[in-house]
Nanobody
Framework: QVQVMESGGGLVQAGGSLRLTCATS???????????VSWYRQAPGKQRELVAQ???????IYADSVKDRFTISKDNARKRVYLQMNRLKPEDTGVYYC?????????WGPGTQVTVSS
């Protein structure tokens, strides 16, 4: 059974940093390694939006609002994906979700809360 679990959220002051981890289980290397994994976030009262994405070839995509502040990376050996968030802003506040495309379907984690105080 495939599982996705986020961790690393918390409360941080504006300008600070956090590193989120997306830990996956239930996939084999030949499935995880070429997969695309994404980070989304949802702020209160807003729609879920794509924050960053990394492909099996390590090509990355970032939302304009986080470019040059956030970095997504993938550890195939540990089947994990990280989101390093620097220079955080209050508008980065929200629940951050990891999404993995495995076995031709999407898997979501339960999310981790990130709160940035001004």
């Amino acid at each position: 059974q495939v599982q996705v679990m986020e961790s690393g959220g918390g409360l941080v002051q504006a300008g600070g940093s956090l590193r989120l981890t997306c830990a996956t289980s239930g996939t084999i290397s030949s499935v995880f390694n070429p997969s695309t994994v994404s980070w989304y976030r949802q702020a209160p009262g807003k729609q879920r939006e794509l924050v960053a994405q990394i492909s099996g070839r390590s090509a990355t995509i970032y939302a304009d609002s986080v470019k040059d502040r956030f970095t997504i990376s993938k550890d195939n050996a540990r089947k994990r994906v990280y989101l390093q968030m620097n220079r955080l802003k209050p508008e980065d506040t929200g629940v951050y979700y990891c999404n993995g495309g495995f076995y031709s379907r999407d898997y979501w984690g339960p999310g981790t809360q990130v709160t940035v105080s001004s």
